[in-house]
C-alpha cells in the first residue's frame, strides 16, 4: 500500500488529459514555512506547509487543505492556486501522514477509524496504529502555523482565523482534503461547526470486516450536511469507488441507492449536487480530483463556493 500511494504522488500532477493545462493567477504570492519556524520544539527535518494567499481579492476565509498519506503539502498547488485565486487564504498543513487509511478495513475493531481520526486530528492518545500527541495533532499545527503567519505578517490578517483565546475560528474555514486528508477535513466538520468541508477521493473509512462505513462517518455532526462536498473518480484504483460510495451514503451526503452525479460533461452548477463524480483519463485516477484537468478548476469554484 505505502509504495503504491508514494508512486501514486510522483504523478499527483501529471493527472491530466493531454489538451489540459493549468491557470495559476499571477497575484498569488506562495510561501513555505517549516513546522519548526512555529515551534522549536518540531522536527528541523519536517516537511514545509505550503501557504498561498492573493494579494488583490480576500474572501476572508480559510480554506484549511490536509494531503494524503505520504504526501508532501505542496504537491497539492494546483487546488490550492485555484482556491488563492478566488480570493482564499490557504494553508496546505504539514502533518503525521504516513499510515494509511484503507489499510485499516480488515480490523475487528468496530472503532478502529474512529481512533485513528480522532488521535491526528486532536491528539487524543486513544488510538492503537498511530501515536500523535497534542502538539502533532492537525489541530495545534494549524493554530502554531497561524500565530506564526499572524506575527510575522501582521498586516496580512491571518489572525482572524483565530479566536482570542488563540483558538480555531472554525466558522471562518473551509475545510478541504485528499485521499487521507479528506477523512480528516471530515471528521472536523463532524467535530467543529465549519464554514464547509470538501473531500476529494475520500472518505476511506470503509470496513471490509464488517462491510460498512465507519462508525463516526454515520454519526451527527456539527457541521450541517448541505455544507460537504465531494468529487470522485469512478475507476479509483487506491479505494473501491463502491466502498467511497457506501461511505458517502453513510455520512448521509447521498441517499440509498444514490450515487454521485457525473459531471465530466455538465457545467456549473452541476445540478446543485454536493456528490460529484469523474471518469475522465488520468495517470492516477485516485488523484486526478486534484489534478491538472481542464475541467476541474470550475468544479473546484463550485465546490468552494456553491450554494
Known amino acids: 500500500m505505502r509504495k503504491l500511494a508514494i508512486l501514486l504522488l510522483l504523478t499527483l ?3 491530466k488529459n493531454e489538451d489540459s493545462e493549468s ?3 499571477p497575484q498569488n504570492i506562495s510561501i513555505l514555512v517549516t513546522p519548526n519556524q512555529t515551534d522549536p520544539n518540531y522536527s528541523t527535518t519536517e516537511e514545509s506547509h505550503y501557504v498561498v494567499r492573493n494579494n488583490k481579492w480576500h474572501v476572508n476565509k480559510l480554506f484549511l487543505f490536509i494531503g494524503g498519506s505520504y504526501s508532501v503539502p505542496k504537491n497539492y498547488n494546483l487546488v490550492c492556486e485555484h482556491a488563492a485565486s478566488i480570493g482564499l487564504d490557504v494553508i496546505s498543513l504539514s502533518y503525521p501522514n504516513d499510515v494509511a487509511t484503507a489499510s485499516l478495513g480488515t480490523s475487528s475493531d468496530a472503532l478502529i477509524f474512529d481512533y485513528y481520526r480522532d488521535e491526528i486530528c486532536f491528539g487524543n492518545p486513544v488510538s492503537s496504529v498511530v501515536s500523535v500527541d497534542v502538539l502533532n495533532s492537525i489541530e495545534t499545527r494549524a493554530i502554531k ?3 506564526y503567519l499572524k506575527n510575522t505578517y501582521p498586516e496580512q490578517n491571518w489572525g482572524q482565523y483565530l479566536t482570542n483565546s488563540n483558538a480555531l475560528q472554525w466558522s471562518s474555514i473551509i475545510l478541504s482534503g485528499h485521499s487521507q486528508g479528506s477523512g480528516h477535513a471530515c471528521y472536523l466538520g463532524k467535530k467543529r461547526s465549519v464554514d464547509r468541508v470538501i473531500m476529494f477521493s475520500g472518505p476511506n473509512d470503509y470496513s471490509t470486516y464488517y462491510s460498512t462505513p465507519a462508525n463516526w462517518l454515520r ?3 456539527l457541521t450541517s450536511l448541505t455544507r460537504y462536498f ?3 473518480h469512478t475507476a479509483d484504483e487506491i479505494v473501491p469507488y463502491n466502498y467511497q460510495v457506501a461511505n458517502l451514503r453513510g455520512l448521509g451526503l447521498l441517499a440509498p441507492n444514490q450515487s454521485p452525479i457525473l459531471a465530466d460533461n455538465l457545467t456549473t452548477p452541476y445540478q446543485n449536487a454536493n456528490s460529484l463524480s469523474l ?3 488520468a495517470l492516477s485516477n485516485h ?4 489534478g491538472a484537468s481542464k475541467i476541474l478548476p470550475d468544479i473546484w469554484t463550485y465546490m468552494m463556493t456553491g450554494n
Open 230 to 232: 465531494s468529487l470522485l
Open 23 to 25: 491557470d495559476i493567477t
Open 287 to 290: 488523484n486526478s480530483t486534484i
Open 13 to 15: 500532477f501529471s493527472c
Open 219 to 221: 454519526q451527527s455532526g
Open 145 to 147: 502555523l497561524l500565530i
Open 279 to 281: 471518469s475522465i483519463v
